[in-house]
């Protein structure tokens, strides 16, 4: 990479002017202006045309950028490779996913026993623009039919429609207003499905507070739904779905991301009453399978790292509970397939497998093809051959099949990417964050880098709701490497990389902890010559950009390019818009009481822009459809930097129209962010990449 000066000056950059009107708020005695309230109106055509507005001036910057169309065009040919999906039976049928390279969506296909391949669902011919994509897809036992949903410009709320898997007809009527729900099925009768009664006001940011649980008999109208949970006991979340053998209906019922309750109905009795298995939120408990009335319980009661419990289900309370595999030092993810039990630990963010038998019997270790993220094992019971992925930073996702008979792995599906990865290299270092805690971060680059700081560094982080960051292999960060850059991932506390007191240690009024493990990251590249302030990026998604919003608010200095994506950014007001008050788990709500108030307007992006500071070169971006994190979080904050920021950096707002949170997006939308937000950081550090044709 060759540095030079690009002359990046504010005066060039005639930002829209946002009007500001007098709205005070007061908590506990103390006003706040919200001189932007406005902007949450999403219906509104001043914001409509706040939004236009932004994204002329953010895109006639961005087409100055001498290379963003190379970097596209690179992007482009490196995504475009096969890509194929592990298979699954359902009936007579073997599906599986594939996308040819740069299909919006990848299509769902399907082979008979004689061998005979067809596209069964292509979500490609769902929109012209590739905007509506396939959210889940969901077989009864015997496969003879399908329910799938669909999510239209990545909204959470979801159609969703049932096939006939022979004659690929629909059958029935339309299921709307679908929300953070799977499908489950009871037999080929019908099925369960969840969802919050529609909310007064907009689809997309109104709140949604009270989740029930549904069965919709096949053949009747949705309005005869039935609800079976939710509509005496006010809950959050509510998720239901039928074990395997069709006996019972488990439920999972919630408040916040963080903790869960959990009841069972016995299907096989039809005036059966639904039990309570757990009776507060106090802990994270799932089914993960039954062998005939014995429960196989994943918990964090008494566990904060997970272990496996067995429970009879004519008497499943928590007293009864029976350890069948301790807790470890490690973290564990398990599932189930081909009668046994698959034991995910992660070991410093890394992935170790142990296979054990119903009687919690340790069957092996498994060997995996390298160290990184290793993800599947899961099937029915009569499954002879079992799929998991394997993947890190420098290894594109291989699918492995696995005899759990013998313990053989093979490889089923090898990505023909043009990446090189013996030409990188992967390392884990761990750096000590302010109050002395150890944290990890793998450091991804190509081999033989000069570390003299001067290498353009993206360093990604999320620390929040117990989300634990993995190696995994991405197309984007393959082609920031490609142009000499460093990607650095730090596993701080909020996530769940060492159990719930990690995840604890990062919430509430320890939040200031996440913020300072990425601080200490950033400042162990810069001592360890990785690279230098004016070299650094910060990136993160979602809560990933509240950490981003939070950083560069507080160590504006440290970095040369933010940026914050579908972040949560206004943190007095976050829980007031659709299902964001289930977040106080992990953040506490301004209303809580006047020391929550006052931690959280300590550190809320929005409210910590101050007048006259020079702030990194940023770039936000959201979707016009985020109804996870509402828009009007990367609003207000592009139009509180626009006003106070000082100095030559660019500060710009990159909107989505029709795009969601992110799931769904097409391959498009997803090739063009990505290739912009790389052209806007490696311009703004001054650096013009050679980028392979």
Do not use: C
């Not at 001498?66 to 995504?79: G, I, V």
């Not at 009664?197 to 109208?221: I, N, R």
């Amino acid at each position: 990479m060759n540095a030079q000066t690009h002359e990046n000056n504010k005066s060039e950059i005639k930002y829209p002017v946002t009007r500001k009107a007098d709205n005070v708020d007061t908590y506990f005695g103390t006003n706040i202006q919200d001189p932007y309230r406005w902007l949450e109106d999403d219906r509104s055509e001043e914001t409509a045309a706040w939004v236009k507005a932004e994204n002329e001036v953010t895109f006639n910057y961005l087409s100055k950028i001498p290379f963003r169309d190379a970097l596209k065009a690179r992007m482009e040919k490196l995504w475009n490779y096969e890509k194929i999906g592990a298979p699954f039976k359902e009936g007579d049928y073997t599906y599986y996913y594939k996308n040819n390279g740069l299909q919006n969506q990848s299509v769902l296909y399907r082979k008979d026993k004689s061998g005979k391949e067809e596209v069964f669902l292509d979500p490609n011919t769902f929109s012209k623009d590739g905007t509506t994509s396939l959210g889940g897809i969901n077989f009864t036992k015997k496969g003879d039919l399908a329910a799938y949903a669909i999510s239209e410009g990545g909204s959470d709320w979801r159609k969703v429609f049932v096939m006939d898997t022979k004659t690929k007809k629909i059958v029935g009527e339309t299921i709307v207003d679908v929300k953070f729900s799977g499908v489950s099925w009871k037999n080929s009768e019908g099925f369960y499905y969840s969802s919050y009664d529609k909310p007064e006001g907009s689809e997309l940011s109104a709140k949604t507070d009270q989740h029930k649980l549904y069965y919709h008999k096949l053949g009747t109208p949705q309005k005869s739904d039935k609800v079976i949970f939710g509509q005496d006991q006010k809950r959050r979340y509510v998720n239901g779905g039928v074990t395997e053998d069709m006996k019972y209906l488990i439920i999972s019922a919630a408040n916040s991301t963080s903790g869960n309750e959990l009841y069972i109905k016995d299907l096989t009795k039809p005036d059966s009453k639904i039990v309570n298995i757990t009776d507060n939120f106090d802990s994270d408990s799932n089914i993960i399978d039954n062998n005939g009335s014995t429960l196989y319980i994943a918990t964090n009661y008494k566990a904060p790292n997970m272990k496996i419990v067995t429970v009879d289900a004519s008497n499943p309370a928590q007293k009864n509970w029976k350890d069948l595999i301790a807790e470890t030092e490690n973290v564990l993810s398990p599932s189930t397939g081909s009668g046994y039990i698959f034991a995910e630990y992660m070991q410093d963010a890394v992935s170790v497998i142990k296979q054990y038998d119903y009687n919690g019997k340790l069957v092996r270790n498994i060997e995996l093809p390298g160290i990184g993220t290793a993800g599947g094992f899961g099937g029915k019971k009569t499954e002879k051959i079992l799929y998991y992925s394997f993947t890190n930073y420098i290894t594109p996702g291989t699918i492995y099949t696995y005899d759990p008979a013998t313990g053989k792995s093979a490889v089923y599906q090898k990505p023909k990417v043009d990446f090189n990865g013996d030409e990188y290299e992967s390392k884990q270092v761990f750096y000590t964050s302010k109050d002395g805690t150890k944290v990890p971060m793998i450091i991804t680059h190509k081999k033989g880098i000069k570390l003299d700081g001067t290498n353009p560094t993206i360093l990604y982080g999320y620390g929040g709701f117990n989300i634990s960051l993995t190696p995994s292999f991405s197309i984007a960060n393959a082609v920031w490497m490609e142009n000499g850059g460093i990607y650095a991932v730090a596993n701080l506390r909020g996530g769940g990389e060492y159990g719930k007191k990690w995840h604890d240690a990062g919430t509430k009024q320890q939040k200031q902890n996440v913020f300072n493990d990425f601080i200490a990251a950033a400042e162990y590249l810069i001592s360890s010559k990785y690279t230098s302030s004016k070299f650094l990026a910060i990136s993160g998604g979602s809560n990933g950009g509240l950490l981003v919003g939070a950083t560069m608010t507080q160590r504006p200095d440290l970095m040369k390019v933010a940026l914050p994506s579908v972040g949560v950014l206004d943190m007095l007001r976050y829980h007031t818009f659709t299902a964001g008050a289930g977040w106080a788990y992990d953040y506490g709500t301004a209303e809580d009481s006047k020391e929550m108030f006052d931690y959280l307007k300590g550190y809320s992006p929005v409210h910590n822009v101050k007048k006259g500071i020079q702030y990194p070169a940023t770039m936000i971006t959201t979707g016009d459809h985020d109804d996870r994190v509402v828009p009007a979080h990367s609003f207000k904050f592009a139009a509180e930097l626009q006003e106070k920021h000082q100095g030559t950096n660019p500060v710009l707002i990159r909107i989505g129209v029709k795009a969601g949170h992110g799931a769904g997006k097409s391959i498009a939308q997803t090739i063009a962010e990505y290739s912009d937000v790389q052209a806007f950081t490696l311009y703004n550090m001054g650096v013009t990449p050679k980028i392979k044709k």
